[in-house]
């Protein structure tokens, strides 16, 4: 697991470090040297363009092993473009994207799955008339042994649900039945539902998309400890969220992407709350040595951060 810890219980602001009174002082860089430990993903200088539009304008990327790395942005940040861009949805332009180290050049989503690429999106993808078992193997479905299986192409229902009792107690996900439908569970199980198919395929990368936007207090907490164990089973986690709180809960680093590229990759523990969002915003802008420069004196103030 990655040496930055996630930060304090939801909902309050993890304090500041005393050297946070002087910019700079042991903060982490916003364009951080190439990192020692080889990234699981990683991305140099993507670019996709529409036209005259530019979604991604030489974006970097890091994702390291056993981490949870949440991806924030204000809409139109390109940060979607991004996501699409490292699990194969769309082709980038210009630029390399390396897999363990490895470049790889992925020809659509289903490429990406196959390097071990899972993603959760925020409508979960899961078919509510279908029981768990069937979600769980959707796409991947368990054929009967002989000719029931070849010719008559028959699942083995017993062995995808066996199979998905044991993925959902590995990650200690509790449901009445494994034989139950979708449709039935709420919305926090039929989160877990798809964040347990997507460890159980998930060789290298978990993607998840705003998993707790649609849900309630309870249930959001339930998800994020659902994250601390995906990421304790040693399968780093990339977060797109606008949840703040459940960002700093959570997150071992912060990358915060604007205007089609990385504006910086941060540490939670080293920036407040309202510091990250005015680095978001464009009011505050990250040196080199991990500071910060108000850029926009009244986004800054509306962001709660004052030049000192």
């Known amino acids: 697991m990655n040496d930055s810890a996630a930060a304090g219980p939801a909902g309050q602001q993890p304090p500041k470090r005393q050297d946070d009174e002087h910019p ?6 916003a364009e951080p040297a190439e990192p020692q430990v080889t990234p699981v993903l990683s991305a140099r200088g993507l670019v996709k363009r529409y036209g005259h539009v530019t979604a991604i304008d030489g974006a970097d990327f890091d994702l390291l092993p056993g981490e949870v790395l949440a991806v924030i942005g204000d809409n139109g ?3 979607t473009s991004l996501i699409k861009a490292l699990t194969g949805a769309l082709v980038p332009d210009e630029g390399e994207i390396r897999l363990h180290g490895e470049p790889i050049r992925f020809a659509g989503p289903l490429d990406a799955r196959q390097h071990g690429i899972e993603t959760v999106y925020q409508d979960l993808a899961v078919a509510p008339s279908m029981d768990i078992a069937a979600n769980m193997f959707l796409g991947r479905e368990i054929r009967r042994a002989g000719p029931l299986g070849t010719v ?3 699942l083995d229902k017993k062995a995808m649900r066996r199979e998905s009792a044991e993925y959902m107690s590995e990650l200690g996900i509790r449901l009445g039945s494994i034989g139950q439908t ?3 569970l709420s919305g926090g199980q ?3 539902v798809a964040v347990a198919r997507a460890v159980a395929w998930a060789r290298s990368v978990v993607v998840m998309d705003e998993p707790t936007a649609a849900l309630g207090v309870k249930e959001s907490a339930q998800v994020l400890d659902l994250i601390r164990r995906v990421r304790d089973k040693g399968v780093p986690v990339i977060l797109i969220s606008h949840n703040m709180p459940h960002v700093f809960e959570i997150a071992d680093r912060i990358h915060v992407h604007r205007l089609g590229r990385r504006a910086a990759l941060i540490d939670p523990r080293d920036y407040t709350m309202p510091e990250v969002v005015a680095i978001m ?6 040196t080199a040595d991990g500071g910060t420069v108000v850029a926009d004196d009244d986004a800054a103030a509306a962001a709660g951060v004052r030049r000192s």
Not at 281 to 286: E, K
Request: charged residues 20%; without cysteine.
């Open 24 to 29: 700079g002082a042991g903060r982490t860089s």
């Open 182 to 184: 979708v449709e039935t």
């Open 281 to 286: 915003t464009g009011a505050l802008s990250v």
């Open 77 to 79: 940040a390109g940060k």
């Open 152 to 154: 008559f192409r028959m």
């Open 190 to 192: 039929r989160q877990a």
